[in-house]
């Protein structure tokens, strides 16, 4: 079965703090797409980012970074020196790839997360 | 290019009534996908459209929603005797055609529906 867990419902950090926002999957699709979303208070979700399972480099844009492991099978999301504009909910999701994956997109329960001035 | 878009933005009715909620997805997207969001929770999954092929309809919570995806474009999700229960925010996504898989979800501003 797919499943995406958040354990972590809301934080809060005051700005200019740094923030990592925890995702674990589990999936036994062997090549899938991990993807996170922001939610901002306006209710749109948007897209941040999507890797695949064969590219476990971190990435970095900005002051947005991810750290994805494999070996943990985990996709966290941090976020350096806060800003209240960052103030939203984050999904985390996984989808499957290759002929036979699914076409579904999992979607864990989102972190809210609550940056103070 | 223009995003996706939903309407209405909001949907207040009655209990009892039926409503009908629109999506329209980005030019060329092939596959489109509607969800449900209540307030404060995650998305759930309630149906998949992808080019000619049958939905996959197994997100419906009950026999009142139905969805429909025309010319393989514009799709309506329409919800039958609406309960209180039914009040959240409508989501549409489309993906571009499936290669790899796991294609972007682009998500519409969503449909605030409230059951009085």
């Known amino acids: 079965a797919q499943k995406v867990t958040q354990a972590q419902t809301e934080i809060s950090v005051v700005e200019k703090e740094d923030v990592t926002l925890d995702c674990v999957y589990e999936t036994r699709d062997t090549t899938y797409y991990l993807f996170w979303y922001k939610q901002p208070p306006s209710g749109e979700l948007v897209f941040l980012i999507r890797?695949?399972?064969?590219?476990?480099q971190n990435e970095i844009s900005g002051r947005y970074s991810w750290n994805f492991q494999k070996s943990t099978s985990s996709f966290n999301f941090t976020i350096t020196a806060s800003q209240v504009v960052d103030s939203a909910v984050y999904f985390c999701?996984?989808?499957?790839?290759?002929?036979?994956?699914?076409?579904?997109?999992?979607f864990g329960t989102g972190t809210r997360l609550k940056v103070l001035a | 290019g223009a995003g996706v878009s939903q309407s209405p933005s909001n949907k207040v009715t009655e209990k009892g009534k039926d409503v009908e909620l629109r999506c329209d997805p980005i030019?060329?997207?092939?596959?489109l996908y509607w969800y449900r969001q209540s307030l404060g929770q995650g998305l759930e999954f309630l149906i998949y459209?992808?080019?000619?092929?049958?939905?996959?309809k197994s997100g419906l919570p009950s026999d009142r929603f139905s969805a429909e995806r025309t010319g393989g474009s514009v799709s309506t999700l329409t919800i039958q005797r609406t309960q209180q229960e039914d009040s959240a925010v409508y989501l549409c996504?489309?993906?571009?055609?499936?290669?790899?898989?796991?294609?972007?979800?682009?998500f519409g501003p969503g449909t605030r529906l409230l059951v009085l």
């Open positions: 996504a489309s993906t571009p055609p499936r290669r790899a898989g796991g294609e972007t979800q682009y």
């Open positions: 030019s060329g997207h092939t596959a």
């Open positions: 459209f992808q080019g000619n092929s049958a939905p996959d």
């Open positions: 890797r695949n399972s064969f590219d476990e």
């Open positions: 999701a996984l989808s499957g790839g290759g002929p036979s994956g699914t076409y579904k997109y999992i």
